[in-house]
Structures are given as C-alpha cells and as structure tokens.
C-alpha cells in the first residue's frame, strides 16, 4: 500500500462545476496535510494546509480532513479553466505526496 | 514567488558523473526539503535537513547525500549518476518549531538528465 494514493485522472469538469478530488494516507499518526496545484513544467505551489478534522475553506477551495478515515479532500467550486492542472496531496512533516490528480476543467 | 530559489534550472550529466544541486531558503526558514520528481510522478522524499542536521530520509541509496550551511542554504549531491536519475529536483523551505511544521515552499527546480 503506497503512503499516499489519489486518483490518477484525468479528471474532467465542465467550466463553473464542483471538482472533487480525494486522497487517502496510511500512517495514523499524521498530523499536517497539504494540496498543492502544479501546471505543467512547473514546481508545486501551495493551496491549502488543513491540521484539525472538518473543512476549512479559502476562495473557492475548500480542504476536508477525516482522521478517522485517514482521509482528506479538495473541492474546487466555479471551476475555471486556469484551473486546469496537477493537484498534489501531501501528508506529514517530511511532505510524501500522492502521485497527483490531473484536473481539466472544459469551457 | 516563494523566496526559495535553485541553481542551476538545467544541467545535463553522463552516468556516472557526479552532480551539486543548490538551494537558498527563503528568508526566515530554518528547515529544508529535497524531493525528486520523475514525469509524471508526484515528487518523491529524498531528505530533510533541520538546523544543518538530517531529519529524515525518504528511501533513496547513500549516493544521495545532503548539507545544511549556518545560513540554511542547502546542496543535494549525486554520485555516480544513473540514468534513472533524470528527474526535477526540487527544495523546499520552511519553518519548523517542534512540534509544529509550517508550509513547505518550493523552488522552480533545477532539471536534470543524465546520458
């Protein structure tokens, strides 16, 4: 079992839907958690940090955290298409990402 | 822009060769991350150094190795190159105060192939 999985993708909305992107993590006893966005040729950037159980929104972002589940999620709302890219889960203090979802959002 | 920043953005080596990736934290941070990122791959863990000591190491072999400087700018070093280390070498910088770890912020990368 990898540490961190996501979906692969592609992932395709249309302009102006919900993009719902998900991760799972195996060790327990993580306690920070992070997405970041990455376009092509590009190095990752930082969407949102999320530490406690629940939502935390930011925009039109919102991260989910179950612990219980070990599990964390992205929504994107009113997706645009310069939100068309790589959405990157990490977990824990040393970061270990996820392989990374590919989103395209479609006009 | 995050304040991290990498030299050199391209380098092109042959196996067997030896390679130095530097990286300059932003302003402040006193923690540094390498990762490796192959296409198509989410980045890997290579180390991380805190307060010019390792703390952690992802699953890499002895040729990766790392330094901290006082001012916490860092070098990750290859040795005997393989081909399979063609990748996007990225730092990432932060702050990090036991037992609360900030955000990692990332340099543009520095991208290397190997022949």
């Known amino acids: 079992q990898k540490e961190v999985e996501q979906n692969s993708g592609p992932l395709s909305v249309p302009e102006g839907a919900i993009a719902s992107l998900n991760c799972t993590y195996s060790?327990?006893?993580?306690?920070?958690f992070f997405w970041y966005r990455q376009y092509s040729g590009k190095s990752p950037e930082l969407i949102m940090s999320?530490?406690?159980?629940g939502d935390k929104e930011d925009g039109r972002f919102t991260a989910q955290l179950n612990k219980a589940s070990q599990y964390v999620s992205l929504l994107i709302r009113d997706s645009q298409p310069s939100d068309s890219a790589t959405y990157l889960c990490?977990?824990?203090?040393?970061?270990?990402f996820g392989a990374g979802t590919r989103l395209t959002v479609k006009p | 822009e995050t304040g991290v920043t990498q030299s050199p953005t391209h380098l092109i080596k042959t196996r067997g060769q030896q390679v130095t990736l530097r990286c300059s934290s932003q302003?402040?941070?006193?923690?540094v991350s390498w990762y490796q990122q192959a296409l198509g791959q989410g980045p890997q863990f290579i180390f991380q150094?805190?307060?010019?000591?390792?703390?952690g190491r992802g699953n890499f072999p002895p040729r990766f190795s790392g330094l901290q400087f006082p001012n916490y700018s860092s070098e990750l070093n290859v040795n005997a190159l393989e081909l399979d280390d063609s990748a996007l070498y990225l730092c990432?910088?932060?702050?990090?105060?036991?037992?609360?770890?900030?955000?990692?912020?990332f340099g543009p990368g520095t991208r290397l192939l190997v022949l």
């Open positions: 990432a910088s932060s702050r990090r105060d036991y037992p609360h770890q900030e955000t990692q912020y």
């Open positions: 060790d327990r006893g993580s306690q920070s």
């Open positions: 999320i530490y406690s159980n």
């Open positions: 990490a977990v824990g203090h040393d970061m270990r």
């Open positions: 302003s402040g941070h006193n923690t």
């Open positions: 150094y805190y307060r010019e000591e390792e703390n």
